[in-house]
């Protein structure tokens, strides 16, 4: 049983290296003690970066929900594997264990299968963040259909596009969602989808708002009748440890959505070893992500990570700000949440409400704080830190991304010290490198450069859907032989690792490479300063200059603007430099966001460079009105 648990920073660093020197013994080892598999493989890692092909425990024979559900029946089939947490307080929790889920799954799983779903099938899931949604992505693995779960606030132009790149032939959808307030008439979406999806031929429905829906004849039926007509046992399938387990897409700076394919085998295996590690799971833990499974984070670390572990995770349908600002800790306080996972920017937006939100609840039970989504900034690292960890929980800042599966660098919890902003060192079996912009990789601590990992991890996506010359282009061809994240980091003196944003973030000024992140991190810091924005414009002398989006908080609205700015600029010439100091400060009342949190700077860009004829495609933003009224305001 060695390895798999690690408990100090001595034992990180010998198995790590041994992880390092021996990858194939390695990753062996850890595959053959801690899963279930129907046959072991014949090869451990075959690969090459410049085709690129990567293959794990190629041979080998699994399904990935025989280790994620039958094998803890014997044991613990009675514990709750997932916890369902309404959005209406009021509403009941379900506590489900792992043996309904088994018996939930295996019943969808059938039905799938009446409606003429079999292995290799495309299936589109489109559902709010409710029990079904988890049993879906777990029932179409049980068939061995590939899932592409589509995030539930998509529009129908983003929803068909993606039925329509991996050819879906099924959508798993709910007559509507309810998110705090709102409810969202998911089956309306769907229909206007299915207008231009001629592939797909079944839709199932499950019954969440009792809203009124239309039913396609011969396309559409409800969910649950057939449910309770299937049979509660399934055989799974057996897939080869390479088989697709799922698509999941993300979008590109260019062109279409990219869907990125994940293979049964490797994932299994890294996801639930970094489940294991990174969040500190011991029995009795209930572990609660609050991403939604809509995103690779809710695939990995909400569903196949936790339950491969035969942990209890929560599955929140809500929203932060409902019914106040408190849910979160109401959540916590209420299950006895034991590692709490969220992404920076539910952080800063919670961190501009009062105190009191957070200090009514009784949060003793928290031991793991962890981050995910952006480079966290210090100030948001603070108020997670002092207020949600009473300073006891270590905060781990984990990286990683849709394409790479699972996290990469992120403290260990009680066995990295952990510092603000910094993901610090890279997990077991994980070789970043920093290469300067001539391709050469600079070796040694103190440097700066693109972030790649030059040897396979077992979670990595093998291909594009459907083209495979793009995944080449965009991940292997900037620098040879290596895995190129889109990312810039620095790595400091003991070899930490911070990450500055994108690369397509940074911005010369006065031929200074200066990231976006730290001077925003600056502005941050300043008391009025709610969160901010940095982007480039173009500047006679300079080359760029930079324009700062500011959103106060509501103790700055009431300040003189001109101090503000000032003060602003104070701040950063003493934190970083004159060099960093921004031409134009805006105050604005919001910023553009992707769904998943994510600021929309190819916007910002735009407003900043009085280029807004085509703004390009804003309807995907989570706050598309904000555009127009930062236009109106913009210096
Ligand atoms: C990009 C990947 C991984 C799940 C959520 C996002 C940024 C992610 C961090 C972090 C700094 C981070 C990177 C990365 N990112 N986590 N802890 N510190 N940056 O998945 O949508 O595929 O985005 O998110 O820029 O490349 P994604």
Known sequence: MSNYHIKHLEEYFQVYRKSVRDPEAFWEEIAEEHFSWRKKWDRVLRWDFSKPEVAWFEGARLNITENCLDRHLATQGEKTAILFEPNDPGEQAQHITYRQLHERVCRMANVLKEQGISKGDRVCIYLPMIPELAVAVLACARLG??????????????????????????VITSDGSIRGSKTLDLKAIVDAALESCPGVERVLLVKRTGGEVTLVPGRDTWLQPLLDGASPACEAEVMDAEDPLFILYTSGSTGKPKGMVHTCGGYMVYTAYTFKNIFQYRDGDVYWCTADIGWITGHSYIVYGPLANGATTVLFEGVPTYPDHGRFWKVVEKHRVTQFYTAPTAIRALARESLEYVEQYDLSSLKVLGS???????????????????????????????????????????????????????????????????????????????????????????????????????????FKNNYFTG?????????????????????????????????????????????????????????????????????????????????????????????????????????????????????????????????????????????????????
């Not at 259909?145 to 879906?168: E, K, P, W």
């Open 372 to 478: 995910v989504g952006e480079p966290i900034n210090e100030e948001a690292w603070h108020w997670y830190n002092n207020n949600v960890g009473k300073g006891k929980s270590p905060i781990v800042d984990t990286w990683w991304q849709t394409e790479t599966g699972g996290i990469m660098i992120s403290p260990i919890p009680f066995v990295t010290p952990t510092t603000p902003t910094y993901a610090t060192l890279p997990f077991i079996g994980v070789q970043p490198a920093l290469m300067d912009d001539e391709g050469n990789e600079i070796k040694g601590n103190q440097v700066s450069g693109r972030l790649c990992i030059k040897f396979p991890w077992p979670s990595m996506a093998r291909t594009i859907w459907g083209d495979h010359q793009r995944y080449h282009d965009t991940y292997f061809s900037t």
């Open 145 to 170: 259909a590939i899932h592409s779960v589509v995030f539930a606030g998509f529009s129908s132009n983003a929803l068909a596009t993606r039925i329509n790149d991996c050819q879906c032939k099924m």
């Open 487 to 635: 990312d810039g980091a620095l790595r400091d003196a003991v070899g930490y690792y911070r990450i500055t944003g994108r690369v397509d973030d940074v911005i010369i000024v006065s031929g200074h490479n200066l990231g976006t992140a730290p001077i925003e991190d600056s502005i941050n810091e300043h008391p009025a300063v709610a969160e901010s924005a940095i982007v480039g414009f173009p500047h006679e002398i300079k080359g760029n200059a930079l324009y700062g989006f500011v959103i106060l908080k509501e103790t700055g609205e009431g300040r003189d603007r001109e101090n503000l700015r000032r003060e602003i600029n104070q701040q950063i010439t003493e934190q970083i430099g004159p060099i960093a100091k921004l031409d134009k400060i805006q105050f604005v009342p919001g910023l553009p966001k992707t769904r998943s949190g994510k600021i929309m700077r190819r916007i910002l860009r735009k407003i900043a460079c009085r280029d807004t004829a085509d703004l390009g495609d804003i309807s995907t933003l989570l706050n598309p009105e904000v555009v127009q009224e930062i236009m109106d305001e913009s210096l």
